[in-house]
């Protein structure tokens, strides 16, 4: 198995908490979120295309919470993606690709 290939993305302090951004990563559209406020992690990324509304638009949705789940809603039609696991909680088949990310001397990775 292949160890992943971790690529920088920004510096934690340039996403606002609790928001997302988007970047490029090896040609994918990856949705970075700032989580703040006891998450178990700060920093979550899944895909940015949300196949509910055929758009590149989860890294403008509105992160929070359903119970222990940390989630976005998606800005177009409000499906919820799991930010740890990119299950899309109200349409399973049309959950995303979720990436490993860390936090190194404030700058966010992530793994490809």
């Not at 700060?42 to 940015?48: D, K, L, R, T």
């Not at 890294?59 to 119970?67: I, T």
């Not at 930010?83 to 349409?91: D, F, I, P, Q, R």
Request: with cysteine.
């Amino acid at each position: 198995m292949q160890a992943p290939r971790w690529t920088p993305v920004c510096s934690l302090d340039d996403i606002v908490p609790n928001t997302g951004v988007c970047a490029l990563v090896e040609g994918e559209q990856v949705a970075v979120f700032h989580v703040a406020g006891g998450a178990p992690q700060p920093v979550y990324a899944i895909g940015n295309y949300d196949p509910n509304s055929d758009a590149a638009v989860l890294s403008r949705g509105l992160v929070g919470n359903l119970g222990e789940r940390i989630v976005v809603a998606s800005p177009i039609y409000k499906q919820h993606f799991d930010l740890a696991t990119g299950e899309c909680l109200e349409a399973p088949a049309n959950s995303v690709h979720a990436y490993a990310t860390k936090v190194e001397d404030g700058r966010i990775w992530v793994a490809v």
